[in-house]
């Protein structure tokens, strides 16, 4: 799947050097070619958590019948 700026994506897997989980939400911010995406995972506050750059097959579009929820960061 192709996706463009400010998509909402859903991280496939863990990323505990980055504090991530796989089910965060982030928000892509920049689309390198062919397969990249710089991705901004924030805190309910809207503070960044992290700014990563993962390949396309590391995140998935929300689902309709995706749940949010919140968890505390390290």
Known sequence: MKFHL????VLDADVPVRGL???DLGAV???????????????????????VTVK???????ADNDLVAVRRTA
């Open 6 to 9: 400010l998509d909402v994506v």
């Open 56 to 62: 396309e097959t590391d995140v998935r579009a929300v």
């Open 29 to 51: 911010v920049d689309v390198h070619d062919p397969d990249g995406l710089e991705v901004e995972f924030v805190t309910a506050s809207g503070r960044t958590q992290a700014l």
């Open 21 to 23: 989980r796989r089910g």
